[in-house]
């Protein structure tokens, strides 16, 4: 395995409409002028000029600072007001779409407050990640309504210029310092911190809540263990050890839970399982057996699984939209949908990750090591497709690396080969970036490699690369 391996790989193709230079130059404070460089300058002029407090900026620091603050203006009233369209939802599925919203925006906010905290030290790629999840959570409000079939009432109610404002300060970061070279320590991205490493690597790490079904620990169930968490004082590491055993419980770590480490038997061992689907009544975002958006999440040795089954559809074993996250030899066990990475900085070390149709999905920075690969059986007339990266604007930076992974066919699949073609991957939004580096590839991949997902749609944006080792 190489021992370095720049983290920027996920940064693939990062576009800026801004050098870093711009501001130096710029004579002109008017705000027509400096809105007139954005990609959607009409709501950007309306919204300043809307503000009491607005100023005349002279350079270019100033009037990104300005845009961030108009996009958290502009999500604070959006938020009050899908707040008070709680009532109108006309029906369960309605609710379940303006449900997400509530959590997608709220988490926006916080997104934006990060960028502007003078608490953080932060650097430019720091902002462009946690503005990209912040439009990224956009998105997933509008994908809830569009995937169950009910965008024609609520959504048009739910309709603001938000996304074209976080778009706007996207395109204002400094594109030419944000993607910065990282390396790997021990095997691990240069961010996880030396006592985490230890943590991966220990046969026995110290643990602060025991869960075992039999009693033998300190709950019997992780969602007792997890509301003891919460409790704790401070935001320092706290390590829960799941003893082995088939757990049936749907979990969701949320943005104050920071830094919980959930520690298995092993993925053969621990298994959490749940059967959320779109079919039965969620949306993708919300079928996830478990979410964690808890910054600095750690999984080790645990299978996360949605036995929905093919036929119901998306079904997620587990969403991700933790920051600076690491699952380490755990599994992944689902067929459409099944490995929800939604945003954030993600890494993912000697996994089982198995699926049928956009199986490893999302829009996160996130990158596959040393990782197992497994296409299932789908439904009659469906194809596999094993990535369906989901980046929606140029200035984004997303991507899905996988490096040094087998892409096999798994047991279900291998009698029946010949009846199924399975690909690489998909475009599922406009911008896609994915690629395969040193990585083995089994006969069941078509030759063709990638799969188009309608049309000619995203083929003159999409990203796609592959480096195998042999096919």
Not at 23 to 47: G, H, I, Q, R
């Amino acid at each position: 395995m190489a021992t370095k391996l720049g983290f920027s790989v996920l940064v693939i193709s990062l576009f800026s409409l801004y050098s870093s230079t711009l501001s130096s130059s710029v004579a002109s404070d008017d705000l027509d002028w400096w809105c007139n460089k954005t990609p959607y300058p009409e709501p950007c002029k309306y919204f300043m000029k809307q503000n009491p407090n607005h100023f005349h900026p002279k350079h270019n620091s100033e009037f990104r600072k300005l845009a961030i603050d108009l996009a958290i203006q502009r999500a604070l009233t959006a938020q009050s007001h899908n707040k008070w369209l709680g009532s109108k939802c006309r029906n369960e599925k309605e609710k379940a779409a303006w449900a997400d919203c509530l959590n997608l925006y709220e988490n926006t906010i916080t997104q934006l407050n990060h960028t502007i905290d003078p608490n953080r030290k932060c650097t430019d790629y720091d902002v462009q990640t946690w503005l990209s999840t912040a439009l990224t959570n956009l998105e997933t409000c509008r994908a809830g309504f569009v995937e169950l079939g009910v965008s024609d009432f609520m959504l048009p109610l739910m309709s603001n210029n938000v996304s074209k404002l976080i778009c706007n300060t996207l395109a204002l970061s400094n594109g030419s310092s944000a993607a910065l070279p990282q390396t790997y320590q021990d095997g691990f991205p240069s961010w996880v911190t030396a006592g985490d490493r230890k943590l991966l690597q220990s046969s026995s790490p110290a643990v602060n809540l025991v869960v075992a079904q039999d009693g033998s620990g300190n709950y019997r169930t992780i969602k007792q263990a997890l509301d003891e968490a919460a409790k704790r004082s401070g935001s320092g590491r706290f390590v829960i050890h799941i003893k082995s055993g088939i757990y049936r419980e749907n979990l969701e770590i949320g943005n104050k839970m920071k830094n919980i480490m959930l520690v298995g038997d092993g993925l053969r061992n621990t298994i959490i399982t749940g059967s959320r689907s779109v079919r039965g009544g969620s949306t993708t975002f919300n079928s996830a057996t478990v979410a964690v958006t808890g910054e600095g999440f750690i999984a080790r040795g645990i299978t996360f699984r949605n036995t929905a089954g093919p036929e119901n559809h998306q079904a997620v074993a587990l969403r991700s939209g933790s920051d600076l996250s690491v699952f380490y030899r755990c599994g992944f066990e689902g067929y459409q949908d099944t490995l929800y990475a939604h945003s954030q900085r993600q890494f993912y070390k000697e996994c089982y990750i198995y699926g049928t149709v956009d199986f490893i999905f999302g829009n996160a920075a996130v990158a596959f090591q040393n990782c197992m690969i497994y296409a299932r059986r789908p439904m009659d007339k469906q194809k596999n497709t094993i990535t369906a990266q989901g980046r929606t604007d140029p200035n984004q930076n997303t991507g899905i690396s996988i490096h040094n992974s087998r892409v096999m066919a798994a047991s279900d699949l291998k009698p029946v080969l010949s009846s199924f073609k399975t690909y690489l991957g998909r475009p599922w939004k406009k911008y896609s970036r994915t690629v395969f580096l040193q990585t083995y590839l089994d006969s069941l991949v078509d030759p063709a490699g990638w799969l188009e997902w309608d049309g000619d749609f995203a083929l003159s944006t999409l990203y796609y690369g592959c480096k195998i080792l042999a096919c």
